[in-house]
């Protein structure tokens, strides 16, 4: 069975910073390209940022040069950081691996 929990959502002002973690158990599943999407209220989730095994990385234009996506396979977690937040990135996120998807945690972006 695969757990993924997310955690390090709050609230923050504008022009601040957050760290989101996503511990994933189960089987071999940490072998895989992983993800951390978002999805603001009224809209479609979308794509921040993936990750391969490799560590090869790929970002959503909004997420360019703002936020960074890393993974720490020995602990089986993934990490967001995320910079000079707007709140137009406040959203849900939530972590994915291959049809799995964790609860997610809020993000709000608010002076």
């Known amino acids: 069975q695969v757990r993924m929990v997310e955690s390090g959502g709050g609230l923050v002002q504008p022009g601040g910073s957050l760290r989101l973690s996503c511990v994933v158990s189960g089987s071999g599943i940490i072998i895989n390209p992983m993800a951390w999407y978002r999805q603001a209220p009224g809209k479609e989730r979308e794509l921040v940022a993936d990750?391969?095994?490799?560590?090869?990385?790929k970002y959503g234009d909004f997420a360019k040069g703002r936020f960074t996506i890393s993974r720490d396979n020995a602990k089986n977690t993934i990490y967001l950081q995320m910079n000079n937040l707007t709140p137009e990135d406040t959203a849900v996120y939530y972590c994915n691996v291959k049809d799995f998807w964790g609860e997610g945690t809020l993000v709000t972006v608010a002076p």
């Open positions: 990750i391969t095994v490799d560590f090869t990385t």
